[in-house]
């Protein structure tokens, strides 16, 4: 404090905080997902600590100096299933390793300048945490805090040590308990303190002294009728009692969020159209819950009960990606491709190896026939060589003078460049200044433009456009495949939006239809438009997995196999994975936004799919009991006659000993394999579902589609 003048010099003050140390662990790694061509996993060594000063408990992760478990440039096959374990860290660069066979090696490592985002302190307020997942798939190894907002912290190895040591020092200051429908959650609540808990109510608190008054005087006029003097007076006296037990209940819980009843003027959620009786044979697991939303209210939610009973789901599996043996195999002298079905159903199965994409894609996507020749196709490669040029030439033409009278031209090309500036330029393959793949980018996107002008160019083409130039590496290849592409989903990218309003709108109804209980909860948090999965769908899912998972889930979809919407099952799927987490943790709609978004790259795409199907194969097994709306989403033919409401007396369904063989448009579906059938009818145009309210659409409209990226 400068006395002359009353100043305080805050650069001469240090302000000191005693920290007190209350737990550590060594040879903790926290675990990072690097997007790139291939999957990439680095885990960064560390310590974790928790810590108590005056003003609350904190837990905290500092990294250990120059050591790293995984090398950026190693394979992405986590280092715990590798026969090497860390030795020691140098400053010179230099790692040891040490085999499990006590073999002595090391390696050379450059560290790389990404590194130092990742070795970043971690220091977490204990009251920040609403949770702790502690998936069981990583034998209770691997901690994931989840934060109030609903947001998640990336995952905590336990190298060495116990995750259980840690969690009963986090008991000494708050409550984890395991919740009820999901073993690998854990919720932390605040300690009660004994001085917090309600008294009992005394006498004086049930009964008020003029109610004593009135209680006598009906003893007193019971010498007259003592009969029905005394019946009337154990009446009142249980009425009383129950009036002043409610009227303590309410006091002690007056902080408490009231129930929170949607307006008159609120629009109904999309409904499936079903008679409600129980769904999957039981009723036990849909009774009313509560959750309690960021404006303070207790949302009180039950689930719609519905009659049909979808069965237990069917097993389902991954496979290898086709290979280029395999691929050379399925050409004949002439090039024509033979038994094109069977090589989708690998692709679906496995994905395509990386050496052979760019010849299986043209063929996937339609930019090739099956029953083309080499020829054919060289003769087809040369002419849409030309046509691109001819397009490309068409807007590199334009005068900057012409740019001024030519106003939707100048618009889109503005929006290019400033999207092709920012499109995965954290990745190797498009950073650095004067990339010169930005700038291949930027010319197939505006001559996209071109051959497109009534779509032009809307945010979101780029991050479509950018995981097929990474692979195929030519630019007329590349926009001819990414044509194909957008043809089969450009109406995602129309600006009326009602392609996306409509996939939102099925993708609630499928969760009513699977999933009762959790879409009774989305639509009491005001969450049933669906509007989390707005960046899902609208380009289809790129931004939630890595490149290389992106396109193998892509391929996948190309095939067409299971049906046209699966891409909608990609969410219901990703949302069962987590469903139980955003119940358990009682999310609100801000919440669940968050912790939707937060989901990026941490997806696993094995299990999305194998759960996806899964659910698929639930409801087409169950086809003839479906309703129309459910079929059309399925695409399967629309039924001449109203479904009729078929009650189930099983309620505990059996799976068959053998894999029935299921019709699914049109195809023979049986143990993931897809044959030819001939005799069964394409489904005929049927007219859309009912779509998301009017309310929720204007709202979308406002908040516009870079909200939602």
Known sequence: MDSSNGSFDLESTEFVCETEMKFEQGKVSQKFTINDTKKKEIRILGKLYMSENKYGEYIEWKPVDDELLTPLDSSTEPSSNREWALVHGTNSGRIG???????????????????????????????????????????????????????????????????????????????????????????????????????????????????????????????????????????????????????????????????????????????????????????????????????????????????????????????????????????????????????????????????????????????????????????????????????????????EEQEERFHAFRDFKSLIDKDVARTDRCLEFFSGENNRWCE?????????????????????????????????????????????????????FEMSQETMQKQLSDSYVLVQFVDPKFSAYLEACDASNMYFEFRWLLILFKREFSTADILLLWESLWTQIPGPNFHLFIGLA??????????????????????????SMKIDLCDTLTIAESMYLQLVEAQEKLPNNIRVILGLPEREEPTAVLESNSTSPTTPEHDPVISVRGQLYTS?????????????????????????????????????M
């Open 97 to 399: 390793f040490r085999s499990r066979k006590d073999e002595e090696e090391s390696i050379e490592f450059v560290p790389d300048p990404r590194l130092a985002e990742y070795r970043r302190h971690v220091k977490l307020e204990l009251a920040e945490i609403r949770s702790l997942l502690i998936p069981s798939k990583a034998n209770g190894k691997e901690l994931i805090f989840i934060l109030q907002d609903g947001t998640s912290h990336n995952p905590f190895i336990f190298e060495r040590g116990s995750v259980e040591n840690f969690i009963d020092a986090m008991r000494r200051y708050v409550s984890v308990n395991r919740a009820n429908d999901n073993k690998d959650l854990y919720l932390v609540t605040p300690k009660k303190s004994p001085m917090s808990m309600p008294p009992e109510p005394s006498m004086a608190e049930l009964f008020l002294p003029e109610q004593f008054n009135q209680l006598f005087g009906l003893i007193k006029d019971a010498r007259n009728d003592p009969m029905s003097v005394a019946k009337t007076g154990l009446a009142k006296l249980a009425d009383y009692t129950l009036t002043q037990l409610n009227g303590y209940a309410e006091r002690q819980h007056s902080s408490s969020p009231r129930v929170h009843t949607p307006s008159p003027s609120h629009s109904p959620s999309p409904r499936v159209y079903a008679p409600p009786i129980p769904v999957h044979g039981h009723s036990d697991g849909l009774d009313a819950d509560y959750t309690t939303n960021e404006e303070g209210y207790e949302v009180v939610y039950k689930p719609e009960k519905l009659n049909i009973d979808l069965g237990l789901r069917r097993k389902t599996y991954r496979g290898q990606p086709l290979s280029q043996e395999q691929w050379l195999n399925y050409l004949d002298n002439d090039g024509r491709v033979v038994k094109f079905d069977e090589i989708k159903e690998i692709i679906f199965r496995g994905g395509v190896e990386s050496e052979i994409r760019r010849h299986v894609w043209a063929f996937l996507l339609g930019l090739y026939d099956s029953s083309s020749t080499y020829e054919e196709r060289k003769e087809n490669y040369r002419y849409r060589t030309v046509s691109y040029e001819t397009m490309k030439m068409q807007w590199s033409t334009v005068t």
């Open 440 to 492: 291949v980018l930027r010319r197939i996107l505006l001559t996209y433009m071109m051959y497109n002008f009534n779509t032009g160019y809307v945010q979101g083409m780029s991050d479509i456009l950018s995981p097929i130039l990474m692979e195929v590496q030519d630019e007329v290849l590349a926009f001819w495949l990414f044509v194909k592409f957008m043809d089969s989903i450009y109406k995602n």
């Open 574 to 599: 990703i949302l069962d994975q987590h469903k139980s987490t955003v119940m358990e943790n009682k999310f609100g709609l801000s919440e669940i936004l968050r912790h939707v978004n937060d989901l």
């Open 672 to 708: 993931g394999v897809m044959m030819s059938e001939s005799l069964l009818r394409s489904p005929s145009p049927l007219p859309p579902s009912p779509t998301i309210e009017e309310q929720s659409l204007e709202l979308n409209c406002d908040l516009g589609i870079s909200q939602f």
